[in-house]
């Protein structure tokens, strides 16, 4: 990682080893800013805060190993971001102001991306993250993790039937609750589908009623215009010396037929006066048969306007015209199939309820066996790695519970509550010595206890399902002399499996790194380039006589420092 301007840190790299690197300094130094700065490259918090006073930003890069193929080299490759011959080029950036930015294989993205990757790169522990191991659902995970497909398949299928017997009791609340607004919506329907069908009405009747009561309204005015139309055309025999149109065509076609032989164009000319003494004709005659035909029975007229007040009735309640009208009857008529449907669907979300529910039991009772086979196990595995952290007296165990719930699935005889992980209440007991009852560890654990308990569930998870990189922040506070030297002992025995990096200030766990980091200020008091450096040999001596004893040139110190590192390669 390069940190620049972040907390008393100007500009330092620091360069993490595989196996156990161990980070050191004076109180105050910045060794936790390497954990703070690792943890903002996996999407932790923004602060400006953190921003060294008088810069703009503070930065933080980081080149990350990963294989393709694995968990958070696929999300990345989701994300846009390109691997780097094997690794993941990381940044962040928190401006002055407090704005965040973050950047991910050469490409920017959500922070959100870099907290997904988290947990399938590194595990972060420090003295705020052990309370993370108090809470009942961390360590219900932390057993589920450890027994692995025995609680996984059944989980899976446990999780698959909840989410469906959640959804199924949702329909059923949403169908049942709202019966009455359902009867009435059907009512409605009904209703309305029975007065559309008592009148019948046909697609387009609306527009040709009004068509025909315009007409029957003004029979008489269109009789009398269509006789006068027929008499102009054809004359009239009440008259006859009036002159009409067609005997004044049939003259002109008379005038020029003696003499059309003589020039093609007249010729023409009397062809199209022959046709247009067809079509007064043809028009005459229909004209008569329009007369003849027109219907001004005051009758009809009353039949047709009671007809289109019936359309009209539907039309205000159901649609803008008949054919609307008609669309929202079949539309009705669906709907209320549908509703009378809901008392043959009650009984069937019904069934399928219960049948989950049974279901659901069946599986939370198997989860409960494989926890409990499990818990037997891990418990076993953790007291004995407990024994070698120098309480060899304590002994932890599980509390598997369930709660009794009227409402609840059957586990082991009883009616229970049930969640989304199944009904069991996981609680991690531990009893410091013996004659003491196991109680929570939050309760029956002192600082130092914890972090040796914290050490000892992580040592088994190694062996298990082990993550690339363990990152532990002073998890050995509160803890000294033999137990010191066993947390390094065990913490070495990680790092045989992972990347183990750890800050601290114990010389006996510094002592069995494979590597030490030394974080130190300038005379400024800031960390720069130069601030962060690998120790070896004769330095790496003097830095842990001072740890010892807070001299680098005492003599004593320095022999048990060099005691110390001869007995770390020795158990190596």
Known sequence: MRIRS????????????????????????GKTKVVTSLGLLLGGRADAALVRI???????EGRISVAPGDAAAVRAEEAGAELDDGALIVSRTISAEGRSRAHLGGRSVPVGVLAELADDLVAVHGQTDQQGLLKPARQRGALDRYAGEAVAGPLAKYSEAYRRLRAVSAELEELTTRARERAQEADLLRFGLAEIEAVEPRAGEDAELAAEAERLGHAEALASAAALAHGALAGNPED??????????????RALEAVRSHDPALAALADRIGEISILLADVAGELAGYADNLDADPRRLAAVEERRAALTSLTRKYGENIDAVLAWAEEGAARLTELDGDDDRIGELTAERDALRDELSGLAQALTDARTEAAARFADAVTAELASLAMPHARVSFAIRQTEDPEGVEVGGRTVAYGPHGADEVELLLAPHPGAPPRPIAKGASGGELSRVMLAVEVVFAGTDPVPTYLFDEVDAGVGGKAAVEIGRRLAKLAKSAQVVVVTHLPQVAAFADRQLLVEKTNDGSVTRSGVTVLEGEDRVRELSRMLAGQEDSETARAHAEELLAAARADG
């Open 6 to 29: 972040l907390g008393v840190i100007d500009d330092a790299v620091v360069e993490l080893s595989p196996g156990f690197t161990a980070v050191t300094g004076e109180t105050g130094a």
């Open 54 to 60: 008088g810069s703009p930003s503070a930065v933080v």
């Open 240 to 253: 006859p010396e009036a002159v009409d149109a067609t005997t004044l065509v049939a003259g002109a076609g």
